[in-house]
Nanobody, 128 residues
Framework: HVQLVESGGGSAQAGGSLTLSCVATGYTDHPYCMAWFRQVPGQEREAVAVISTDGTTIQADSVIGRFTISQDKAKNTLYLQMNSLKPEDTATYYC???????????????????????WGQGTQVTVS
């Protein structure tokens, strides 16, 4: 199993920046497809960005040019750099992972929350 713990959420003004981190512990000696999702109460969980096992990234159209997903494998940490924040970015952000030997599989399932197995507890981001 893998445990995921997010941090870095908080409040920001529109146009500001925040960086989310997600530390993975447990059985990390395996390639994982890693992603960030977000959810607003009463709405479905929405994919924000994914990073494949070969480093390929995909972002949702709503965050392209503003958010960047990255990882430091030596630290088992996933990041989401969020710039030019907008009030509509307000949500709970979740880190998630799925074991994957095929980098292309991440692109096939990146926006499907049901395809991911391991989830963090979430971190709140509020933009005003």
């Amino acid at each position: 199993h893998v445990q995921l713990v997010e941090s870095g959420g908080g409040s920001a003004q529109a146009g500001g920046s925040l960086t989310l981190s997600c530390v993975a512990t447990g059985y990390t000696d395996h390639p994982y497809c890693m992603a960030w999702f977000r959810q607003v109460p009463g709405q479905e969980r929405e994919a924000v960005a994914v990073i494949s096992t070969d480093g390929t990234t995909i972002q949702a159209d709503s965050v392209i040019g503003r958010f960047t997903i990255s990882q430091d494998k030596a630290k088992n940490t996933l990041y989401l750099q969020m710039n030019s924040l907008k009030p509509e970015d307000t949500a709970t952000y979740y880190c998630t992972a799925k074991k994957s030997y095929d980098p292309k599989s991440c692109a096939r399932i990146w926006n499907m929350p049901s395809a991911f197995v391991y989830w963090g507890q979430g971190t709140q981001v509020t933009v005003s």
